[in-house]
């Protein structure tokens, strides 16, 4: 008895350990996108142009980056569901659906503009007008009050 309980635990554990390093590796790069998010939008909130309440220019100068944000994470959530869903319920064969190829190019395609838009983003947040009182912010500033 002892040992049919040991060849079954063995047997489980190989026809998972095919599985798990997918499962890690795509659990890690969706958490990864989600700390980017978290990262930038802190990077937002410690502007100047934040702190005297322009929130309003933020979002417009960056709607892209959070706009392909939430894309890329959520077609990345999707893709490696999908994926694994189909790897966990058959390892043995390679399965690649008409729906997933398509999930797949949009995926990628997403990622080239999420990763062209933080690349700009991160190079923009380092303006130092940003983080200071300036004239263009003081002109900005009494258009919206007016």
């Not at 939008?41 to 709607?63: D, H, S, W």
């Not at 890329?72 to 690649?96: E, P, V």
Request: aromatic share 18%.
């Amino acid at each position: 008895m002892k040992l049919n309980t040991v060849i079954l635990f063995v047997s489980a554990a190989l026809s998972l350990s095919s599985c798990l390093p997918i499962l890690l590796f795509d659990s890690t790069q969706d958490i990864a996108i989600l700390f980017n998010m978290i990262i930038i939008l802190l990077m937002l909130f410690n502007t100047y142009v934040f702190q005297v309440g322009l929130v309003a220019i933020l979002l417009e100068r960056f709607r892209a980056l959070l706009m392909f944000s939430a894309l890329y994470l959520t077609f990345s959530i999707i893709l490696h569901s999908w994926l694994m869903n189909l790897r966990w319920l058959n390892s043995n064969r390679f399965i690649w659906t008409d729906g997933l190829q398509v999930l797949f190019v949009f995926q990628r395609a997403t990622s080239v503009l999420y990763y062209y838009f933080y690349k700009r983003t991160s190079e923009y947040l380092g303006d130092p007008r940003l983080y200071e009182d300036s004239p263009w912010l003081r002109d900005t500033f009494a258009r919206v009050r007016q």
